[in-house]
């Protein structure tokens, strides 16, 4: 089966009634966690969004606390996962300023909760490439949001 392009799809739903494009949501919600996280966000924590960003970043946190570091593979692996857990959440969001605040939490927390790890050269190269992927991003917003993105970056050894 091949898939239909976005343009279709949109042609497609401008026929669909209220009802129908309901029960669309719905089936399509029951497919994947990640279209009922979507749909969450969407319904729920769009209109909120320094909400939702203090959520992720306590979620970083608690997360931050359970990676194993006994051995460095399973740091780096847990690393990865939670930096990918983040990015999805930031996909969700699809606004620039989430994107830079949860990607500077990220760096700091696991900068503070795990210094020993810094001193890996792959997780370093980890947070060099965030640092390079915040920079652009913090370019790209408002000149007095950049001072303040830019305060927050400085104060991360790298």
């Not at 949501?25 to 279209?35: C, D, G, P």
């Not at 946190?61 to 996962?81: C, P, S, V």
């Amino acid at each position: 089966m091949k898939a239909a392009t976005a343009k279709e799809l949109r042609d497609e739903l401008k026929d669909k009634t209220a009802v129908e494009l309901r029960e669309i949501v719905l089936r399509l919600s029951r497919f994947k966690k990640e279209n009922k996280e979507l749909l969450s966000y969407l319904l729920f924590e769009a209109h909120h969004e320094d909400d939702y960003i203090a959520t992720i970043k306590s979620h970083i946190d608690r997360q931050m606390l359970e990676i194993n570091t006994a051995n460095g593979y399973y740091a780096k692996k847990g690393i990865r996962r939670l930096l990918k857990e983040t990015k999805k959440f930031i996909r969700y969001s699809g606004n620039k300023e989430t994107e830079v605040a949860l990607l500077i939490h990220y760096c700091r927390s696991l900068q503070e909760t795990h210094p020993s790890l810094m001193s890996n050269r792959i997780i370093k190269d980890i947070v060099k490439r965030q640092i390079v992927l915040i920079k652009v991003r913090i370019s790209t917003l408002h000149a007095d949001l950049q001072y303040d993105y830019e305060r927050e970056l400085n104060d991360i050894d790298y």
